[in-house]
């Protein structure tokens, strides 16, 4: 988290799976996270299992 405290912003960019663009299941989302010159600090990635996604999914 050291990273963070040097930023003087950050970008949070999802990054999307082939096979959930095309098929339209959804997967456990991953991010990057980027500071202001697009150089990646952290990724970070979603917990939860696949039928809370399936029946919780956001409208």
């Not at 996270?33 to 970070?44: F, G």
């Not at 939860?48 to 409208?59: D, V």
Request: overall charge positive; aromatic content about 10%.
């Amino acid at each position: 988290m050291e990273k963070l405290k040097t930023a003087e912003a950050v970008i949070v960019r999802q990054k999307k799976e082939w096979g959930e663009i095309l098929t339209g299941f959804e997967t456990k989302n991953k991010y990057a996270v980027l500071d202001t010159s697009e150089r990646q600090l952290y990724w970070a990635a979603e917990e939860g299992s696949t039928l809370a996604r399936l029946f919780l999914k956001g409208k």
